[in-house]
Nanobody
Framework: QVQLVESGGGLVQAGGSLRLSCAAS????????MAWFRRAPGNSREFVAA????????FYADAVKGRFTISGDNAKNTVYLQMNSLETADTAVYFC?????????????????WGQGTLVTVSS
């Protein structure tokens, strides 16, 4: 089993920045792809970004490309999401996810483990 714990959410003004962290524990050898998703109020969960276990491949949703950066530190078993130029539309609960698959996937059903989420609120 894999446990994922997100941190770093909070309140920020539009145009500001936040960095989210996702610490993994447990059977981390099973994880080959990690990702961030988000769920805005009244919306379904949507893909944000994914990264390979090797940290050499990344994949972003169009809505965040150029503003958000996903990265990782395998020594710390942690994945990060650096969010810059935040917009009010970025307000959501952000979830960390991990998958056995080596593919960088945008479908949430493809991921095997999920964190509880961390709230990001962007004010105007």
């Amino acid at each position: 089993q894999v446990q994922l714990v997100e941190s770093g959410g909070g309140l920020v003004q539009a145009g500001g920045s936040l960095r989210l962290s996702c610490a993994a524990s447990g059977a981390i050898f099973s994880m080959n792809t990690m990702a961030w998703f988000r769920r805005a109020p009244g919306n379904s969960r949507e893909f944000v970004a994914a990264i390979s276990r090797s940290l050499s491949r990344t994949f972003y949703a169009d809505a965040v490309k150029g503003r958000f950066t996903i990265s990782g530190d395998n020594a710390k078993n942690t994945v990060y999401l650096q969010m810059n130029s935040l917009e009010t539309a970025d307000t959501a609960v952000y979830f960390c996810a991990a998958a056995r698959s080596y593919n960088l996937m945008s479908n949430d059903y493809a991921y095997d483990w999920w964190g509880q989420g961390t709230l990001v609120t962007v004010s105007s």
